[in-house]
């Protein structure tokens, strides 16, 4: 597709329950990026790829969450045990580069509602 | 103390009235990014600069790096320019990661 694809656009869960997120970043695009919009707040920033390979992590709230990323494509992120502050939009974007200078395209968002 | 401030939190305007958006930030940086949010989420890059002044249609994005300020201006708003203005910003102290402003709350009134 020409954009960044996320699944599923929304996700309710009940607490306790783990939840994938998936992100499909534009074909070609090395860098990959997660972040996360609480309601009413502003964005955080979790998490990123370059290739396959997480160079920062400081993100990640907690150790209930992970991602990877295949293939240079595809990321998934994971969040174990869910809890109700985990209820937010996940955000992906990507870029060609990792570089200060690459623009980041983002994707629609996961909303996730943990119950 | 956020690294980055955005100014005014909320903002409404009349149609048609030229708006301006303050983003300060607190350390050296080597990119700075203005981003829209429209409600229902969907997130665009605007403009990512490092120096100067970028133009594209209403908007202007202008950047002092010596002052670290940045300013977004509309001119001619419109109701469809009703959205969330972010500023985001990287800098060697935050890795390769953007660190987010609050975000300005536009709403234009026809």
Known sequence: ??????SPSNKVTEKGKDVELRCDP???????????QRLGQGLEFLIYFQGNSAPDKSGLPSDRFSAE??????????IQRTQQEDSAVYLCASSQLAGAYNEQFFGPGTRLTVL | KNEVEQSPQNLTAQEGEFITINCSYSV????????????GGGIVSLFMLSSGKKKHGRLIATINIQEK????????????????????????????????????????KS
Request: charged letters at 10%.
């Open chain 1, 1 to 6: 597709g020409a954009g960044v694809s996320q």
């Open chain 1, 26 to 36: 534009i074909s070609g695009h090395t860098a990959l990026y997660w972040y996360r």
């Open chain 1, 69 to 78: 990323r295949t293939g240079e494509s595809v990321s998934t992120l994971t």
């Open chain 2, 28 to 39: 050296g940086i080597s990119a700075l990014h203005w981003l829209q949010q429209h409600p």
């Open chain 2, 69 to 108: 300020h940045s300013s977004l201006h509309i001119t001619a708003s419109h109701p469809r320019d009703s959205a969330v203005y972010i500023c985001a910003v990287r800098s060697g102290e935050y890795g390769n990661k953007l660190v987010f402003g609050a975000g300005t709350i536009l709403r234009v």
